[in-house]
């Protein structure tokens, strides 16, 4: 590891995306705030060659070496090959498989990229990403009754990235924006049988990310749409309307789009709850 600049070689090498490794390694790589991983991702390998390969680079950029291979030859030729190079290397699901083997009482069917196939659940995911994408910003309001999550929010509190977030789960999610003056579409004034939640932020924070969007976009005129008081003022119209629906609100404001999308699934999951502000 390099002490001075605190960076260090990751290698991911799996017999399928590695997804996974990407996502277990930047789990625990947020913990270590000092140091940073220079990743390597060798997805697909699935043959002596193309692990050959792998191990020049890994001879090329020593580092940490996280692998999931399933064929067992292959995994042994690269913990030896680790061994002989002095990097350290780990299977993050091995453990877990033995785990469930000890207490299934039977051996794992080895499956390669097996959470990647096509199967009823993968296309319900991609069914909700459609709807979801085609429903966005108030988009299609007359059936939005087929959703299964539908977001309010005023400008700027992160319902786009929360529905796609919420489509990827299998959740067919519309988002309806609240603009002040404009009524929301009448389908929400009737009973529906979506889940309707909405989300809002301080003052400050939509101030802030709105006026960074008025910069970007070049536009002169903040007016209203960045003036606190008048942030304010939507936000207080947006609690007025839940509460007389009785629709939940989540406060997005120290939250990442996972956490946001957490809490909806949540209050999803036990929506016979009574409302609440969370």
Request: aromatic share 6%; with cysteine.
């Amino acid at each position: 590891m390099d002490i001075q600049q605190r960076t260090f070689h990751l290698h991911m090498i799996s017999d399928a995306t590695g997804e996974t490794l990407v996502t277990i390694a930047r789990a625990v790589g947020v913990q270590y705030a000092a140091a940073r991983a220079i990743e390597h991702l060798h997805p697909l390998v699935r043959s002596e060659r193309e692990l050959e390969r792998v191990l020049r680079e890994v001879e090329a950029a020593p580092g940490i070496v996280l692998y999931t291979l399933f064929n067992r030859d292959l995994a042994e030729k690269l913990e030896q090959a680790c061994k002989g190079l002095n990097v350290p290397y780990v299977a993050p699901l091995l453990n877990v498989l033995q785990i469930f083997e000890s207490y299934l009482g039977m051996a794992s069917t080895p499956m390669v990229g097996g959470q990647h196939q096509l199967n009823a659940d993968y296309f319900r995911r991609i069914e909700a990403l459609n709807f979801t994408m085609m429903h966005d910003d108030g988009h299609l309001p007359d059936n939005l009754d087929d959703a299964d999550i539908i977001l309010l929010g005023i400008s700027r509190t992160s319902k786009t990235p929360t529905s796609i977030y919420l489509a990827n789960r299998g959740l067919k999610t519309a988002n309806v924006p609240l603009v002040p003056g404009v009524p929301v579409p009448p389908q929400l004034e009737q009973e529906t049988k979506a889940f309707v939640v909405a989300l809002v932020a301080s003052p400050e924070r939509i101030s802030q990310v709105r006026h960074n969007r008025v910069i970007e976009q070049a536009h002169g005129h903040l007016d209203d749409y960045v003036d606190r008081d008048a942030i304010a003022a939507e936000i207080a119209q947006t609690r007025q309307l839940c509460a007389r629906h009785g629709w939940p609100i989540i406060d997005v404001t120290r939250r990442s789009i996972e956490e946001t999308a957490a809490a909806i699934i949540r209050l999803y999951d036990d929506r016979d709850a009574p409302a609440l502000d969370t």
